[in-house]
């Protein structure tokens, strides 16, 4: 079987062609600049078409990653017209994010409206987060009226990276207290226990957390409604500022991209390096928060762009945390740049390692297991 997963973005689509079998790569790739003046395509049914031009490969079933799944889908699925309506209903919540991955499946319907399609939800790892975790101290007629509670995202990747990191080490997922650190231009720390997510730091928008590359992260809530008072803001004006010009961006006043701001923070840019300093502490902070609610550690595990990829930022986020047995070791930190590995010091009783996530992967088995079970229903 041949899966295609996709991974659509607001402009971009990343594919990656499985043969499962083995999970071989068939092919894989990005197109980005969607809709933009001198991108390749103008929208994302466009974008598709392309891919499916160049693959030439058959492929019997298409993967999404679909960030949020809202309170009633728990779990992976494959789509129909009720799915994509349950999806649609929390756009406003994560309109980074959904209303692009709707687009890629509205494409794949268009295109190829035989092919059976899967969501797979960034909130489904987190589904299982003790009370005291996931809910918030507002009045429960609102919590419960329109299902307000802490969701948490990049499940996928913490997932992978957990699952990933069990292997590596040899200790059971059940029995592992582990954290990982989705740290990119969307940013998240997940405390993982029992092989599943006890806590995480984005809720119940995408908004929450370690600032983003353009999202604020954690700030006092009686911010809005000053800013909406003194500079007579509209709720989609107070939306459009913590979402699109916040974070990283509004730090550092350059850029949302990380490779940018540490660029300037290296020739003294006191904005860059302020925006390095707040992001750092605030995943530092959050390592030692949910060490905390572990009650100890087996293993720090970075992934994702700026986890795996920026030395600079493992260094300063490890940095004074010795008093919970966190050791780097500079050598190994500095060799793994793009690739797996073990970069705590001999000294270090909590193993720190980078695990390049791959999101695509476990899509694709996801997508596998539930044509099967759809298979194994059928002639049942």
Partial sequence: MNILVLNCGSSSIKFRLYAMEGEQILAGGLIDRIGEE?????????GLRLILDRLDQDFQAVGHRVVHGGPRLHDPVLITKDIIAEICRYNELAPLHNPPNLAGIEAVADLLPTVPQAAVFDTSFHQRMPDHASTYAIPR?????????????????????????SALLGIPLAKARFITCHLGNGTSITAVAGGWSIDTTIGFGTLAGIPMGTRCGDIDPAIIPFLMEKESLTTSDISRILYYESGLLALSETSNDMRSIIKEASAQNPMALLALEVYCYQVKKFIGAFAAALGGLDALIFG??????????????????????IHLDPDRNGEV?????????????????????????????ETKRLLSVEASGMTG
């Fill in 337 to 365: 740049v793009g690739r797996e590995g073990l970069i705590s010091s001999p000294a270090s009783r909590v193993k720190i390692m980078v695990i390049p996530t791959n999101e695509e992967l476990l899509i694709a088995r």
């Fill in 304 to 325: 994702a762009g700026i986890g795996e990829n920026v030395p600079l930022i493992r260094e300063k986020v490890c940095s004074n945390l010795g008093l919970l047995g």
């Fill in 38 to 46: 001198e991108g390749p395509v103008q929208n994302h049914r466009e």
């Fill in 141 to 165: 007629f609102f919590r419960e009226k329109h299902n307000i509670r802490k969701f948490g995202f990049h499940g996928i990747s913490h997932e992978y990276l957990a699952h990933r990191g």
